[in-house]
C-alpha cells in the first residue's frame, strides 16, 4: 500500500528520448491505467517502476523509498507480463509459491500459502499441472495469483488481458478490478485499449511521445479532455474534430458545413462533437443537411457515418430511433447543445 | 508421375549407398575381433571359424584400466567445462560481454592447433614434476573442451526468453539466482547435450595423450595405437579395442543427435 | 563488479591458464633453444629456429601436402554432404535411425578410424584390395602417388557427417516461401536448386567449409595409424612433421616455432571467417 512517485524522469536509449521528464503520482490504493498510442512510453514507464529500464534521471519514489537505483527484488513489488511468463518446469502449484523461496519461507508454509491463492483464483484443481496444459485464461489466473502471494506494495500490469479472446478479456477484467478493491494494492496498469482504460481505472493517465497528454479522473478526461489528441483517443466511436470559423450562432468548416452553435465567441477555432452529441432528423427542420452512408448495427445503438457538405461526421444513435435512418436517406444535422468541445486551431489545447 | 518416381529412388539409393559405406567398415573390425591370426591374413570377410581367444585376451589385459583413465579424464574435463561454459554462455548469450572479443576467442580457442599448446604443457608438466600423471592432460584437454561447450551452449541459452528472467527478478530473486533456478532447468537438454559432446572429444584425443600421458598408464586411443607394436599389428586384439572405444560414444551419439545443431553451430542456425 | 563480467571470470580464468599460458610460453620457446631436460632456462636465439623451417625445403613440402590434402577433402565432404543432406531432409521413414546411424563416424575416435582404414584398405590384409583384385582391378591405396589421397579418403568417411548435420540444419531453417514461389513460377528442380536454395545457403556452406577446413589442417592421426609420413615424405602433414620435430627428433624449440607459424595461419583464416559470421549474424 503505497503511492508511486515519479519525479522528473527521463528515459534515453542512445540519443532518443522515450521519455521525458515525467511527473507523475499514482494515487495509493488506486488502480491507475496508462494508455496511450504504440511508442508513446508507458511499457518503458511501467518498467522503470519494476526496475527492468535503469533510470536516465530523475527519480521514482515508492512509498518514502527511493528505489530509483534499487534491484527489482529490492522494491517490493509484483508484475504481470503480457505472455504471463510461468515458470515451464513447475507445476502451478510451485509457479505460486515461487516468489515466497525469494523471501526465504519454508516450504511447507509457502506449499500452503500457495494452495490457499489457488482457492481465491479458483485454480484448486489445477495445482499440479504444467504451465503448458493451461489455457490462456487459467495461465493468466496463475500470474495473477502469483502476484498477490507476496502481497507486495505495488501491483504492476502489462498489457496483461492482450492475449485473450475478447469475451474471457471482459470477464477478468471484472475480476482483476474486484480483487483489487479487495485487496486495496496499489495498481498500474498498462494498455492500448482505451475502452479498457476507461472501464478499469479509478485514475487515468494519457500518454503521447513520452508525455503525459493528460490525466485524471476518467469521467474528468472524458468530459473535458485537454487538447485534441486526448479528446480523440478517449470515446469511442472518436470525436468529430471539425476545423472551421464561428460566427453568431453559428460554425463553419472547412469544408463548408453550417452547423448551429450558439455561446461561442467569433474567431478560427476547432468544434470537437462526440458522436453520441450529433442529432439526426430524418426530414427534420435543421438547416443543416447530410446524406446517410454506412450504417454498423451494435444491438442497443448503431453507429451511423453521414455526409454533410463534403464533411464526414460519426454519430451514435440509439436503436429505438432508427426508424428512417438508412444507408441513402437523407436527414438533419445537428448539436446538441452545450455538448461541444473547443479547441484552438493551432495548438490544439482545448479553450 | 513418373518424374517422382525417379527423385524418390534416387534418393534411397543415395542414402542406401552412404549406409553401407558408414556400415561396411564398422562390420569388418567387429567380424575381425572373433578371427584367428591366420583368418586374419585372408581378407576375404566371409567363411571363417569364429574364436572368442581375442575378446579374452584384450578383455583380461589392462584395457580397462586405460578406459578408466579415459573416462577419469573425459568427466572432469567436461564437468569444468559445464560448470565454466555455462556461466559464459549465459554471460555472452543474454549480455553479448564482450562483443565480437569473446566469439572470436572461444572459435579461435577451438580450432587452435594442437601442435601449439602441447610442447609448453609438456615443458611445464616435466618442470612441476606432473609429468607421470593425468594433470597435464586434463588441463590440454580442457583447452578445447571448455570453448567447444561454451560455443555449444551459447544457442541454448539465447533460446530462454527474456522475460521469464525479468519474471524471476520481479517475483524477488537476484540475478545469480535467477540464472541458477529459472534459467538453468530451461537448458537442461542443451547442458545434456553438450556435456555428451564435450565427453566425446575428451574420450577421442590422442594427440596431447599421446604426448603427455606417461607410457605405462595412458589413455584409451593411445592404448589402441599401441597394438601396433615391435611384433607386428595384433589385428584380432586391436579390433576388439577399438570396438570398447567405440560403441560407447556411438550409442551417446544417438541420444545427442537433435541438440548436435543447436549447439554446434553457436547459435547460428536456429536448432 | 558487473553480473555479466562476473559470469565470465571463472571461463575466463579457465582459458587463460589453459589457453593463455601455453600460447606465450610456445612464443617464447620459438625463440629459444630449449630442451626438454633443460628444467626451465634456455638460450635465447633470435629468429634462427624460424629461419631454419621457412628455409626447409621439406617445411613447404609438408605445407602443399597439407593444403592438398585439405582441399580435396573438404571438397568431397561438401559435394557427398549436399547430396546426403538434400536425400535425408526429405526422408519420410526411419528418419531418426538413419540420421543418427550416417552421423555415427564423426563420433569414433580418429586413430580408431586410421587404422580401421589401414587394415581395410591394406593390399595383402585388406578386404578392398582383395576383392578389387577379384574384378581384375588392383590399386595399393598407400601406394606412391595415392597414399594423401586414401587419407583424403578416410577423413570424407569420418567427417562428412559433420558437414551433413550443419548443412541439414541449414536446410531447414531457410525459408520455404522463395523455393515454393519458384515451383509456382514453373522453374525445374535444378534450376531451384542452383539459383535459389543454394544463394540462400551459403552462409552455411561458408561457416561449414571453414570449420571443416581448418580441423583437416591439424590432421595427425589418420598419418600415425597408416603412413607415418610416408612415403617418402608425401603424407607428411605439418602436424606429423611438428610432432616429429618435437618428440622424435626433440628439438622442442623448433617445434614450437613450426606449430606457430601454423597458428597465424589458422588465425588469419578465422579473422576471415569471423568477418563473414558477423555479416549474417545481424538477426
Known amino acids: 500500500m503505497a503511492r508511486v512517485t515519479f519525479d522528473n524522469v527521463v528515459k534515453k536509449y542512445g540519443d532518443t528520448t522515450v521519455v521525458k521528464g515525467l511527473d507523475l503520482e499514482l494515487p495509493d490504493g488506486a488502480f491507475t491505467v496508462l494508455v496511450g498510442p504504440s511508442g508513446c512510453g508507458k511499457t518503458t514507464t511501467l518498467r522503470m517502476i519494476a526496475g527492468l529500464e535503469p533510470v536516465t534521471s530523475g527519480s521514482i519514489r515508492i512509498g518514502d523509498k527511493d528505489v530509483t537505483k534499487l534491484e527489482p527484488k529490492d522494491r517490493d513489488i509484483a508484475m504481470v507480463f503480457q505472455n504471463y511468463a510461468l515458470y515451464p518446469h513447475l507445476t502451478v502449484r510451485e509457479n505460486l509459491a515461487f516468489p515466497l523461496r525469494a523471501i526465504r519461507v519454508k516450504r511447507a508454509e509457502a506449499l500452503a500459502r500457495a494452495e490457499a491463492v489457488a482457492a481465491t483464483m479458483g485454480l484448486s484443481e489445477l495445482l499440479d499441472r504444467k504451465p503448458k496444459d493451461l489455457s490462456g485464461g487459467q495461465q493468466q489466473r496463475v500470474a495473477i495469483g502469483r502476484a498477490i502471494i507476496r502481497e507486495p506494495s505495488v501491483f504492476l500490469f502489462d498489457e496483461p488481458l492482450s492475449n485473450l479472446d475478447a469475451k474471457l478479456r471482459v470477464e477478468m477484467r471484472t475480476e482483476l478490478l474486484q480483487l483489487q478493491r ?31 497528454a493528460q490525466q485524471g479522473k476518467p469521467k474528468d478526461v472524458y468530459d473535458k479532455p485537454n487538447n485534441t489528441f486526448v479528446a480523440s483517443f478517449v470515446g469511442s466511436p472518436k470525436m468529430n474534430l471539425l476545423e472551421g470559423t464561428f460566427s453568431t450562432g453559428k460554425f463553419v468548416s472547412e469544408s463548408g458545413l453550417t452547423l448551429a452553435v450558439s455561446g461561442v465567441p467569433a474567431g478560427k477555432k476547432i468544434l470537437g462533437v462526440r458522436p453520441d452529441d450529433i442529432v439526426l432528423e430524418v426530414g427534420g427542420k435543421s438547416a443543416s443537411r447530410g ?32 426508424d428512417g435512418i438508412v444507408e441513402g436517406a437523407e436527414v438533419g444535422v445537428s448539436v446538441r447543445a452545450g455538448s461541444h468541445h473547443l479547441f484552438d486551431s493551432v495548438t490544439g489545447l482545448r479553450i | 508421375m513418373s518424374r517422382f518416381k525417379l527423385i524418390d529412388a534416387s534418393r534411397i539409393l543415395v542414402l542406401a549407398v552412404a549406409v553401407v559405406a558408414v556400415a561396411l567398415p564398422l562390420l569388418w573390425v567387429a567380424l575381425a575381433t572373433f578371427k584367428t591370426p591366420a583368418d586374419l591374413n585372408q581378407p576375404g570377410i566371409i567363411g571363417f571359424t569364429p574364436t572368442m581367444a581375442n575378446w579374452t585376451e584384450v578383455l583380461s589385459s589392462d584395457i580397462f584400466a586405460a578406459v578408466g583413465r579415459s573416462v577419469l579424464v573425459a568427466t572432469v574435463t567436461v564437468a569444468i567445462a559445464v560448470v565454466v561454459g555455462s556461466m559464459g554462455a549465459y554471460s555472452i548469450a543474454r549480455f553479448s560481454t564482450g ?123 593411445v592404448a589402441i595405437a599401441g597394438f601396433n607394436t615391435f611384433r607386428g599389428v595384433e589385428l584380432g586384439p586391436m579390433a576388439v579395442a577399438i570396438l570398447i572405444a567405440i560403441i560407447p560414444v556411438v550409442i551417446a551419439s544417438f541420444f545427442v543427435q537433435k541438440r548436435l545443431v543447436q549447439g554446434i553451430s553457436g547459435g547460428a542456425v536456429k536448432g | 563488479m558487473k553480473f555479466q563480467n562476473a559470469m565470465m571470470t571463472p571461463l575466463l580464468s579457465v582459458m587463460a591458464v589453459a589457453v593463455g599460458f601455453p600460447l606465450l610460453y610456445s612464443l617464447w620457446l620459438g625463440f629459444t633453444s630449449y630442451q626438454l631436460v633443460s628444467g626451465g632456462v634456455a638460450d635465447f636465439v633470435g629468429l634462427d629456429n624460424y629461419i631454419r623451417i621457412l628455409s626447409d625445403g621439406d617445411y613447404w613440402t609438408s605445407l602443399s601436402a597439407t593444403a592438398t590434402y585439405v582441399f580435396l577433402s573438404v571438397t568431397f565432404e561438401l559435394i557427398i554432404g549436399l547430396t546426403l543432406a538434400l536425400a535425408l531432409q526429405s526422408q519420410k521413414w526411419f528418419k531418426n535411425f538413419t540420421r543418427s546411424f550416417l552421423l555415427a563416424p564423426m563420433f569414433i575416435t580418429p586413430i580408431a578410424v586410421g587404422l580401421m582404414f589401414r587394415f581395410f584398405l591394406n593390399d595383402q590384409l585388406g578386404a578392398i584390395p582383395f576383392y578389387l583384385d577379384k574384378v581384375g582391378m588392383s590399386y595399393d591405396f598407400f601406394g606412391s602417388g595415392k597414399a594423401l589421397v586414401s587419407l583424403a579418403f578416410i577423413d570424407v568417411w569420418q567427417w562428412t ?76 602433414t605439418i602436424q606429423y612433421l611438428t610432432y616429429q620435430t618435437g618428440i622424435s627428433y626433440y628439438r622442442l624449440a623448433e617445434a614450437s616455432a613450426m606449430a606457430f607459424i601454423l597458428l597465424v595461419i589458422v588465425l588469419g583464416i578465422i579473422i576471415l571467417l569471423f568477418r563473414r559470421l558477423e555479416r549474417v549474424n545481424v538477426r
Do not use: C
Open chain 1, 182 to 212: 479487495r485487496l486495496g494494492i496499489t495498481s498500474l496498469f498498462v494498455t492500448h485499449d482505451q475502452e479498457e482504460a476507461m472501464t478499469l481505472s479509478d485514475f487515468i493517465v494519457v500518454m503521447r511521445d513520452g508525455e503525459i
Open chain 1, 291 to 322: 446524406r446517410i452512408g454506412v450504417i454498423e448495427l451494435l444491438g442497443p445503438r448503431a453507429i451511423v457515418q453521414v455526409e454533410a457538405s463534403g464533411q464526414s461526421l460519426t454519430a451514435v444513435v440509439e436503436a429505438s430511433r432508427m
Open chain 2, 99 to 221: 562483443g565480437s572479443l569473446s566469439r572470436f576467442g572461444i572459435l579461435a580457442a577451438q580450432v587452435l592447433p594442437p601442435a601449439v599448446l602441447v610442447f609448453p604443457f609438456l615443458s611445464v608438466a616435466y618442470i612441476l614434476r606432473l609429468n607421470g600423471t593425468l594433470v597435464p592432460i586434463i588441463f590440454s584437454h580442457l583447452s578445447f573442451v571448455v570453448p567447444v561447450v561454451t560455443w555449444f551452449l551459447i544457442g541454448f541459452f539465447a533460446a530462454v526468453p527474456k522475460e521469464i528472467e525479468e519474471q524471476a527478478r520481479v517475483d524477488g530473486f537476484g540475478r545469480f539466482d535467477t540464472f541458477r533456478l529459472v534459467v538453468l532447468p530451461q537448458v537442461l537438454p542443451g547442458i545434456g547435450a553438450a556435456a555428451i559432446f564435450g565427453f566425446t572429444l575428451s574420450w577421442n584425443d590422442m594427440f596431447y595423450g599421446l604426448i603427455l600421458s606417461p607410457s605405462n598408464s595412458t589413455i584409451l586411443p
Open chain 3, 161 to 236: 557427417p559433420f558437414m551433413v548435420l550443419l548443412l541439414l540444419a541449414g536446410l531447414e531453417s531457410i525459408p520455404k516461401q522463395p523455393i515454393e514461389a519458384a515451383r509456382v513460377d514453373g522453374a525445374n528442380r535444378f534450376y531451384i536448386f542452383r539459383r535459389v536454395t543454394l544463394p540462400m545457403l551459403s552462409p552455411i556452406l561458408i561457416v561449414a567449409v571453414l570449420l571443416r577446413g581448418l580441423d583437416a589442417l591439424k590432421v595427425f592421426e589418420y598419418v600415425y595409424a597408416t603412413t607415418r609420413g610416408g612415403p617418402g615424405i608425401e603424407t607428411k
